[in-house]
């Protein structure tokens, strides 16, 4: 791993390349955001010198996984890619053990495959040993025109199935180096780094610049509670009436439109926006964007070991919606209870990694608490604006997160000129399992 660290901070250093998060690219989650194709191909994760590697065997059959979508802004898929990972093998007796990538295009229809890497028959044993595998605009291996996602693809093949081998891979990171499209306005962050840690208090959190700013982690006295993982969104989407969703990550159907941007550190205006702020005591993020017909404006401050989130939606035009969520938070699976505190309610329980949602209800305070970690969240509705019908959903998905969803106006027709507001304060504390409702209630 320090090899291939080495490597890649190489090119980072002298080429202007970003990182691209691959969907549990480190495997830490076992085989979740990855799929087997064929459903019987025998693919595992295993413990392998301190960290998880995937293992992909074959006998006597073929068989594969396909990682989750990556999903490209337009310069991205215009541009150049490298794909680093470490690669160790068996010595292959017939069939083939490919490295590919699928381009995607908006609808998550497969454009093509492209072959990254092809081990073969005359291929020996090899030990662990890094490849950077390019692909993309400076190579022969372009990806097609209306590209605007990826998955990465490991597979044994032969044409009647006759293959046997076992790899196995791990470290998985993919760079890109977007294109300069011609005639595209620069974005308003283009001055901004593509993503932003901060340490507030006893809180840490990321920005990130592929949701349109939107958090991206939330830690809490050095523990992972909010997840890091893209695809797990923050912020807000919108589902529209015939489109689908739109908004934070969504791009798969359109794109929001940033119109404003402003950070502030302890009070003050940011004007060279940095990556990292590792010792604050306040951070203010402005953000104002066109969704459709939609201009979604929002406040996050975090401040005092508390997370202040609040969002303004004004419809441009009329506007039918299923529903928005605004307010996303993706939990870490390690949240174990689920309390409402809204007086006179009796909604608690377990999370069980049922996939159902344990809370469905119009309610204003919500807790869940990390029976291992002893450490509780508390969510409280401090606004909700012409948003009826509304709901606060947890959704209890296993391997995933137990998510939470400030539904609003659900199945709704906004008129034009029409407002909703939201707002929510998110509490994280400290507490044992035998009075952390009662602590939470006190906070």
């Known amino acids: 791993m320090t090899r291939l660290l080495l490597m890649l901070s190489a090119v980072f250093a002298f080429v202007s390349l970003h990182a691209l998060e691959i969907p549990n690219g480190n495997f830490a989650a076992g085989l979740d955001r990855w799929e087997k194709q064929p459903a019987g191909s025998t693919v595992a994760v295993e413990d392998a010198d301190g960290g998880k590697v995937l293992a992909v065997s074959a006998a006597k059959a073929n068989s594969g996984v396909t990682s989750g979508k990556i999903n490209l802004s337009p310069e991205e898929a215009a541009g150049s890619f490298t794909l680093a990972l470490e690669l160790k093998a068996e010595a292959l007796p017939s069939g083939v053990f490919g490295i590919s990538i699928y381009p995607l295009d908006k609808s998550g229809k497969r454009l093509k495959q492209i072959s990254l890497l092809l081990r073969s028959v005359k291929d020996k044993t090899t030990d662990w ?21 990826l998955q990465l693809r490991f597979s044994f093949y032969e044409k009647s199935g006759n293959v046997t081998g076992k790899v196995w891979l791990r470290n998985l990171a993919l760079s890109s180096k977007p ?30 610049s592929r949701s349109f700013w939107t958090l991206y982690r939330v830690d809490y006295l050095g523990k992972r509670i909010g997840q890091d993982v893209y695809g797990s ?14 908004g934070s990550g969504h791009v798969e159907n359109e794109e929001e439109q940033m119109q404003e941007l402003k950070l502030e550190i302890d009070g003050a205006p940011v004007t060279e926006v940095r990556a990292d702020y590792p010792a604050v005591s306040r951070l203010t993020l402005i953000r104002r964007a066109k969704v459709r017909t939609l201009e979604v404006s929002s406040v996050l401050t975090v401040a005092d070991n508390r997370i202040d989130e609040a969002a303004e939606v004004t419809a441009l035009a009329d506007t039918e919606l299923n529903y928005g969520y605004i307010c996303m938070y993706p939990w870490v699976t390690g949240f174990s209870d689920y309390a409402v505190l809204d007086k006179d309610s009796d909604i608690r329980g377990k999370f069980t990694d049922s996939k159902k949602f344990m809370i469905d209800k119009p309610v204003t305070k919500v807790a869940i608490y990390d029976e291992e970690l002893g450490i509780g969240v508390l969510t409280t509705v401090m606004e909700a604006v012409n948003t009826e019908p509304r709901s606060e959903r947890y959704w209890d998905m296993p391997n995933r997160y137990r998510k939470h969803y400030g ?24 507490a044992g399992k035998e009075d952390w409702i009662e602590t939470a209630r006190g906070l």
């Not at 923050?234 to 015939?242: P, W």
């Not at 609003?408 to 304060?425: D, Q």
């Open 129 to 149: 040993r890094v490849l950077q595998l390019p692909f993309g605009s400076r190579t022969a291996k372009k990806l097609p025109e209306g590209t605007a996602a």
């Open 233 to 246: 969104h923050y912020g807000h989407v919108f589902s529209f009436k015939g489109v689908g969703f739109v």
């Open 179 to 208: 294109a300069a499209l011609k005639d595209a306005a620069p974005r308003i962050d283009a001055n901004w780094p593509r993503s932003i840690t901060a340490n507030v208090g006893d809180l840490g959190i990321r920005l990130e």
């Open 407 to 430: 539904v609003v106006a659900i199945k709704r027709t906004l008129k034009a000129g029409e407002k909703l507001r939201y707002r929510t304060v998110t509490t994280p504390f400290k």
